[in-house]
């Protein structure tokens, strides 16, 4: 039996003072696909209103009516005082009860035996760049990024390969990097078909390739122009060809390609225990003029560009249907430096300027919401730089004055910390000038920010999000010093802070790997670089949870397994507390919740099979009367 839930039902709810509920979509369409290889180069945009899915098979919902209790498990709240309680219980999508108040109120209808289960609140990644990750065209496997070693990236191609439509791409792109996998390459043409070859495969690395294909990709490519792609025997795809190929995918996806692309992107993240997303938008044209067409994709691009007014649009499609099922806060990115042709510095920053005029900080709803500017306002430049260090400086200064939260993404390095100072000392004038203490400004990274500078922060009210993929670049420094972030002097000074993979070009989703690096300082190659500057794994946990919630802006309603905050948490495969370092970065939920709504679901602690993509075993209404 299956059941749909209907939005306007929830409305009526929603003004008679319950919590809004959402039936959860998952698309599976293979109707909406088109076939790519014979379709026509009709850019994205020209295709905005497309309907729902022909198809979609709705997999995972809320009862409507009941709690839903856990028992037996080590939940572990990250409340004042790290209570980890046994039960808790789940009721309009709120935390109804923790402890044995969740045992004692409420009904035992929909009770799941946890079996000693580990518990936490849903992660918050407080530094990402979800939104690409939810436009990739083709049938995308982000999963690549948790391979260890070749065959494991051709394993997780091949298990794609089953629900991808004949003539559709398999893509893979973005954090798979050589570096994570034990050969130090990527896979080759002929071990690509091995895994995959009745459909095209197509690899990309990072920003800007360099790509791989198979022999079905290879002819496809072999077979486009406007600009042509080579491509070699071996199915390397180098130099600018990458990003050339990466522009004939996109202009042939549609809109519903773009629907199915978010809503993998949000699969993936709730299978990493990831339930709020907060994007730092990408690398946008600042080009000036107002006509959407001159934003689309073009040829030059790499993966971290995309049209920064359209992009959103699918996520924002599948929210207003009530699809969308992993939170995602926004920030916007502002790419304008000083431009010449504009004129003095009253006449720069227009796009900046717009936004603090026509935008409203804080609109959305519990799904999708604006926060404010991040992670920047404007290219940083130094005084040595004199247009470009005014134009950054107006820019902090435009959003002081519109009372808007603000970021600004600077590491320093071990032995300089200047570029931090700039920062710090700007706003500290900002804040006499504006008083900036109530909107939690935030500097990205702060890898290197001293003791003193973190205090000076903190006083203005501003918080930190370290970045956790530094295991993935970072090499031990010739001087002995930490590569950075510093995480224990960081700790140490009592500012609040969040923990972040900066994925989804650079660096993975994945943040079980963020808090592995954090725990150790170890590097993906297994050399300590972070000497000194490791902190505990509660601290990492709390900094991926209750301090990314601050970070954010939410740790009013998210962050903690806490009476009446939003019933976003994640059942753990191993307890993170007790396994050993190099199983750490191997955790996976097992059942993922976003507003008391399961959202993954390995089928272990109910014993059941994955619903991920199983649409001939529709949602039973039996399956939640598991017991002990
Ligand atoms: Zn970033």
Do not use: C
Not at 59 to 79: A, E, F, K
Not at 175 to 191: I, N, Y
Request: glycine share 10%.
């Amino acid at each position: 039996m299956t059941r749909k839930i209907d939005r306007r039902a929830e409305d009526e709810q929603d003004e008679g003072g319950r919590f809004s509920r959402r039936g959860l979509l998952v698309g599976g369409s293979a109707a909406a696909a088109a076939a790519i290889l014979s379709a026509s180069s009709t850019p994205a945009a020209a295709q905005p209103t497309a309907g729902p899915p022909a198809a979609a098979t709705e997999r995972r919902w809320h009862p409507d009516d009941d709690d839903i209790l856990l028992v037996n498990g080590r939940i572990h709240t990250m409340d004042d005082h790290d209570t980890v309680v046994s039960a808790v219980r789940l009721s309009g999508g709120r935390i109804a009860a923790v402890g044995r108040e969740a045992q004692t109120s409420g009904s035992s209808k929909n009770r799941i035996d946890l079996r000693g289960r580990t518990v936490v609140p849903g992660l918050i990644e407080s530094h990402t760049h979800f939104v690409s990750l939810a436009n990739r065209p083709g049938y995308h496997v982000a999963e690549w990024e948790l391979a260890k070693d070749v065959a494991g990236v051709l394993a997780a191609l091949a298990a794609r390969r089953p629900e991808v439509p004949d003539g559709q791409f398999i893509t893979a792109m973005g954090a798979g990097t050589p570096r994570m996998f034990a050969e130090q390459r990527l896979p080759t043409r002929a071990e690509i078909d091995s895994a995959v070859s009745d459909r095209p495969v197509f690899l990309y690395q990072n920003f800007n390739g360099p790509a791989r294909v198979n022999t079905l990709g290879k002819q496809f490519f072999e077979s486009v122009s406007n600009p042509a792609v080579a491509v070699a025997d071996d199915g390397s795809i180098v130099g600018d060809a990458a990003n050339y190929a990466l522009y004939h995918l996109r202009i042939r996806q549609t809109f519903e390609d773009q629907r199915r692309s978010a809503l993998d992107a949000m699969a993936y993240s709730a299978k990493l225990g990831i339930t709020l997303n907060y994007d730092q938008v990408l690398f946008a044209t600042p080009n000036g003029t107002l006509d959407p067409s001159a934003y689309e994709t073009q040829p030059g691009d790499g993966l971290r560009k995309l049209n920064h007014y359209r992009m959103y649009d699918p996520y924002l499609s599948l929210n207003r249907e009530g699809s969308a099922y992993v939170r995602l806060w926004i920030n916007f990115l502002h790419q304008q430096g000083f431009i010449p042709a504009l004129g003095g510095l009253d006449k720069q920053l227009p796009e900046l300027k717009e936004r603090l005029r026509n935008a409203m900080p804080g609109h959305g709803d519990e799904f999708v919401r604006i926060r404010g500017i991040g992670e920047w306002a404007a290219p940083f430049a130094t005084p040595s730089n004199a247009n470009g260090y005014a134009v950054w400086r107006e820019a902090q200064r435009l959003v002081a004055q519109a009372g808007w939260h603000n970021e600004n993404a600077i590491p320093g390095t071990p032995t300089d910390q200047s570029q931090i100072e700039q920062v710090v000392s700007t706003w500290e004038a900002l804040d006499a000038e504006f008083g900036i203490r109530h909107l939690r400004w935030g500097l990205q990274h702060a890898d290197h920010a001293t003791p003193n500078q973190l205090a000076r922060l903190k006083a203005i009210g501003a918080g930190v999000s370290l970045s956790g993929f530094r295991w993935l670049s970072g090499t031990p420094r010739a001087d002995g010093l930490p590569f950075g972030p510093m995480f224990r002097q960081i700790h140490d000074s009592g500012i609040p802070y969040g923990l972040h993979e900066d994925g989804v070009h650079i660096a993975p989703h994945n943040p079980w790997f963020a808090m592995h690096y954090a725990t150790t300082g170890l590097n993906v190659l297994g050399q300590q670089i972070n000497p000194g500057q490791q902190i505990s794994r509660t601290d990492a946990l709390r900094a991926y949870t209750r301090g990314a919630a601050w970070f954010v802006g939410v740790d009013d309603r998210l962050g903690s397994i806490e009476k009446g905050k939003h019933a976003d948490l994640v059942v753990l495969d191993k307890d993170y507390f007790s396994v050993s370092d190099a199983e750490m970065r191997d955790i996976r939920p097992v059942l993922s919740f976003v507003d008391g709504g399961i959202v993954h679901d390995t089928g272990v602690v109910r014993g059941r099979r994955d619903w991920a993509h199983d649409s001939d075993h529709p949602y039973d209404e039996s399956w939640w009367r598991v017991q002990a």
